[in-house]
């Protein structure tokens, strides 16, 4: 799954167009306009619309070493209610409508640089490619249109 994959990128926006008032989350915390929040924040992160601070990586700095880095990226399914990094989080998002208009422009933007574009490094990962952030994006949308039944 890739979301420079044209095919990819329609059936998630079409998940996307599937949330509603009603979708209820099968695991986490976040709302539904929280989620859709939380998902455009890291598309932004990987195209440099949003900076966040490199945390201190302790144990997690294996996540740089790219045999680990490519298993998490390309294979390792994501886990269900992880923690994530605070900047990610939007809590006072509370329009659907809003919400998911703005994660499908963000989604369009990331869409139009293409795997060959720059692309920001990632604060656990470091460098990434294009390739990298494609499958990143898409396997990130994927786990949260999961949590909430799309």
Same mark, same amino acid.
């Given at each position: 799954?890739? /979301?420079? %994959?044209?095919?990819?990128?329609?059936? $998630?926006?079409?998940? #996307?167009? %599937?949330?509603?008032? +009603?979708? %209820?989350?099968? =695991?986490?915390?976040?709302?539904?306009?929280?989620? $859709?929040?939380?998902?455009?924040?890291?598309?932004? $992160?990987?195209?440099?619309?949003?900076?966040?601070?490199?945390?201190?990586?302790? &144990?997690?700095?294996? $996540?740089?070493?790219?045999? /680990?880095?490519?298993?998490? #990226?390309?294979?390792?399914?994501?886990?269900?209610?992880?923690?994530?990094?605070?900047?990610?989080?939007?809590? +006072?998002?509370? +329009?659907?409508?809003?919400?998911?208009? %703005?994660?499908?422009?963000? #989604?369009?933007?990331?869409?139009?640089?293409?795997? +060959?574009? *720059? =692309?920001?490094?990632? *604060?656990?990962?470091?460098?990434?490619?294009?390739?990298? =952030?494609?499958?990143?994006? &898409?396997?990130?949308?994927?786990?949260?249109?999961?949590?909430?039944?799309?």
């Amino acid at each position: 799954m890739n /979301l420079f %994959q044209s095919s990819h990128r329609a059936a $998630l926006l079409e998940r #996307i167009h %599937q949330l509603g008032p +009603d979708s %209820q989350r099968h =695991w986490g915390t976040m709302e539904l306009p929280a989620a $859709l929040a939380h998902m455009r924040r890291q598309i932004e $992160l990987a195209l440099g619309e949003l900076e966040l601070p490199t945390p201190k990586l302790g &144990a997690l700095a294996l $996540l740089r070493l790219p045999v /680990l880095r490519e298993l998490v #990226i390309f294979g390792v399914p994501f886990p269900k209610g992880a923690k994530t990094a605070p900047g990610l989080l939007q809590a +006072d998002a509370d +329009d659907i409508d809003e919400e998911r208009r %703005q994660l499908e422009a963000v #989604i369009e933007r990331a869409a139009q640089r293409g795997t +060959d574009g *720059p =692309w920001t490094p990632h *604060p656990l990962f470091g460098a990434l490619g294009g390739r990298a =952030w494609g499958t990143l994006m &898409a396997r990130h949308l994927d786990h949260h249109l999961r949590q909430f039944g799309v």
